[in-house]
T-cell receptor, first 113, second 112 residues
Framework: ETGVTQTPRHLVMGMTNKKSLKCEQH?????MYWYKQSAKKPLELMFV???????ENNSVPSRFSPECPNSSHLFLHLHTLQPEDSALYLC????????????FGSGTRLTVV | DAKTTQPPSMDCAEGRAANLPCNHS???????VYWYRQIHSQGPQYIIH???NNETNEMASLIITEDRKSSTLILPHATLRDTAVYYC?????????????FGTGTLLAVQP
């Protein structure tokens, strides 16, 4: 248990489906992040939330829609995905104004069919 | 944030020390060196970080050269469970949204 919990661990969805990934942190952190890791590629930062406000969106397609209702929860809403969106989606959290790094969840393995 | 250079892969015998190098010749004075590792299909795990001085914790030691242009992560007694991709990242700490950007890292294979 890392303190950052992601659900579900595995998800298979069709291209016309709508699903959501959930991330919850119990560390009292005030910044949260979504990363995507495709096969044999480095982690790509998708979204950054600080104090529940989105502060960065790295040119991510609109079929990915993040939501941060409070400092402990982060969602990634998915709709009309493509097969190339199949990847490991990782959530992380950190504390502002501290030098310690990020704490990552175990990820959601997403397969789009 | 400064860029880092790591070898793509390394082997280490079980029980021996694993020394993973990282070059960060353009590091700025306020940038820390962070090390993470990622075991296959899991989330990255924080290992250690430092600014100027050498650091040690229960997982590893971090040796930073005096000019701060390179560093070495040392796993003193590698086990099979240490097989993972190790990432060296430099970034300014204590800044709200200073991103953690991952490169390709070093795949450490610990051999029995």
């Amino acid at each position: 248990e890392t303190g950052v919990t992601q659900t579900p661990r595995h998800l298979v969805m069709g291209m016309t489906n709508k699903k959501s990934l959930k991330c919850e942190q119990h560390l009292g952190h005030n910044a949260m992040y979504w990363y995507k890791q495709s096969a044999k590629k480095p982690l790509e930062l998708m979204f950054v939330y600080s104090l529940e406000e989105r502060v960065e969106n790295n040119s991510v397609p609109s079929r990915f829609s993040p939501e941060c209702p409070n400092s402990s929860h982060l969602f990634l809403h998915l709709h009309t995905l493509q097969p190339e969106d199949s990847a490991l989606y990782l959530c992380a959290s950190s504390q502002r104004s501290q030098e310690y790094g990020y704490t990552f969840g175990s990820g959601t393995r997403l397969t789009v069919v | 944030d400064a860029k880092t250079t790591q070898p793509p892969s390394m082997d280490c015998a079980e029980g021996r020390a694993a020394n993973l190098p990282c070059n960060h010749s353009t590091i700025s004075g306020n940038e820390y060196v962070y090390w993470y590792r990622q075991i296959h299909s899991q989330g990255p795990q924080y290992i250690i970080h430092g600014l100027k001085n050498n650091e040690t914790n229960e997982m590893a030691s971090l040796i930073i050269t005096e000019d701060r242009k390179s560093s070495t992560l040392i796993l003193p007694h590698a086990t099979l469970r240490d097989t993972a991709v190790y990432y060296c990242i430099v970034r300014v700490a204590r800044r709200a949204t200073n991103k953690l950007i991952f490169g390709t890292g070093t795949l450490l294979a610990v051999q029995p």
